[in-house]
């Protein structure tokens, strides 16, 4: 079992920051009902967000937990994580799939069944939960082990919440859907109501069942409570996308390597380093691979070494195939799992390539060009004699006089060519079209 990190811990209590903030700080949930909505795809901040309004109905005696659901699906792992905070909680849970337009697919299918009282809007719809390797297929075997995991578990949650198993199997096996009226009459959800008021009024006297224990729910017309996603947990969500977060990677790393490559810019090391930080928060709550993260690591590294060793490229060749590799299997990917798009990994190695190629390119260039600073920047240089060469005398360079020696002599104002640099003395030579006889 994965033990919870400090950065987990964190992401925890954002989030019920967050709805201590949306929520109405009343002593007492007794006589009311809880309202909270999950929206997006199904990730472990929506997971934990559920988790902690389950929490606050149980403290606070709440009469039952509204859930309003629209979601593509989305992780299995947060997916089954919900189903257990819901099977457990203490307080009844009503579902309900809204507004019109909404759906509840793939992963959305097991949360909205496994609800004491399952409900759909009008202009919904429930279905197609078969499980799906989003990073790439996968083979007979391990397809077969997937769906039939998956399918045993819809059968379960089905079961337990007296729904139509059979359609819960063939939602993973076959892929199949149905709008709000067809779910109403397959059992799949209990009714269809259009507001909140009608869902109350339509959940009232229906029973729900914990420790086996049976009882009655007593909702119709009470007043609620909502909790609503304020901004924070909004980004929290939007952070959690392992593009996001692989996004937000490498915009820290350029941020950074500007800020080493030019000191005092300040501006891209203060954005890399916040671009940093956030995307390691999204890796905390994501199942990340840190051979993969390595991998990207060891790349960072080949790329900033190009910059100080004259490699010709090589460790730019060997920073693009780390950070491909280590981009594919960043995340332990599994059936619905976590997954990069194949065109942010594309676009990011690109862009890495170009960039290090472009200074790769320059650099070499600059070892090309004649130098012209230094020792060397002075021979070739031309210099105009002040006071006659004979064969010691002084020249004009630029704005600066010189002490000068030629072999032969040289009258002022003739221009002359820097030969070499003896200490503080140039040997200078007069151009062909003008040497004396």
């Known amino acids: 079992m994965r033990r919870t990190s400090v950065l987990e811990l964190a992401l925890a209590a954002a989030i019920f920051a967050s709805a201590a903030y949306a929520a109405p700080h009343g002593p007492s949930g007794k006589g009311r009902v809880l309202v909270m909505r999950l929206e997006g795809p199904v990730s472990p901040v929506t997971a934990q967000a559920l988790k902690i309004a389950v929490g606050r109905a149980e403290a606070r005696r709440y009469e039952a937990l509204v859930v309003e659901v629209d979601t593509p699906g989305g992780l299995e792992t947060s997916m089954r994580d919900m189903v257990k905070v819901l099977l457990a909680s203490k307080v009844p849970v009503v579902t309900w799939v809204t507004p019109g337009g909404a759906r509840a697919a793939s992963a959305g299918v097991f949360v909205v069944m496994a609800g004491d009282v399952a409900s759909m809007a009008p202009g919904t719809n429930i279905g197609a939960a078969t499980p799906v390797n989003l990073q790439g297929g996968m083979d007979s075997t391990l397809s077969r082990k997937v769906t039939n995991d998956a399918a045993a578990f819809a059968r379960t949650v089905a079961r337990q919440r007296h729904r139509n198993v059979a359609w819960a199997e063939r939602a993973v096996r076959e892929a199949v859907a149905a709008s709000e009226t067809e779910a109403a ?151 619905g799992g976590p997954h990069l798009s194949w065109g942010v990994i594309a676009a990011a190695t690109l862009a890495t390539t170009a960039f290090f190629t472009f200074l790769v390119g320059a650099g070499i260039l600059a070892q090309r060009r004649r130098v012209t600073t230094g020792r060397q920047g002075l021979v070739g240089a031309r210099a105009t004699v002040i006071d006659r060469l004979g064969p010691i005398g002084r020249v004009r360079l630029g704005d600066e006089l010189w002490s000068a020696i030629s072999e032969t002599p040289v009258e002022p104002g003739v221009d002359v060519e820097i030969t070499g640099l003896d200490g503080l003395r140039l040997s200078v030579r007069p151009l062909a079209k003008e040497a004396h006889p």
């Open 185 to 335: 009459d397959l059992g799949i959800v209990d009714f269809v109501a259009a507001t909140l008021p009608e869902l109350l009024a339509k959940a009232d006297g229906r029973s729900w069942r914990r420790a086996g224990e049976e009882r009655r729910l007593e909702v119709r017309g009470l007043p609620t409570d909502r909790i609503e996603p304020d901004f924070r947990q909004r980004l929290l969500a939007l952070i959690a996308d392992p593009n996001v977060a692989y996004i937000l990677m490498m915009l820290g790393f350029y941020g950074v390597l500007f800020e080493l490559q030019n000191p005092g810019s300040v501006l891209p090391g203060v954005v890399g380093a916040i671009c940093l930080i956030l995307a390691f928060l999204a890796f905390s709550v994501l199942p990340v691979n840190s051979a993969g993260l390595a991998l990207i690591g060891l790349a960072i590294v080949f790329f900033i070494a190009e910059i100080k060793v004259a490699s010709h490229g090589v460790l730019t060749a060997g920073g693009v195939l780390a950070l491909v590799l280590g981009s594919v299997i960043l995340f332990e990917t599994g059936a």
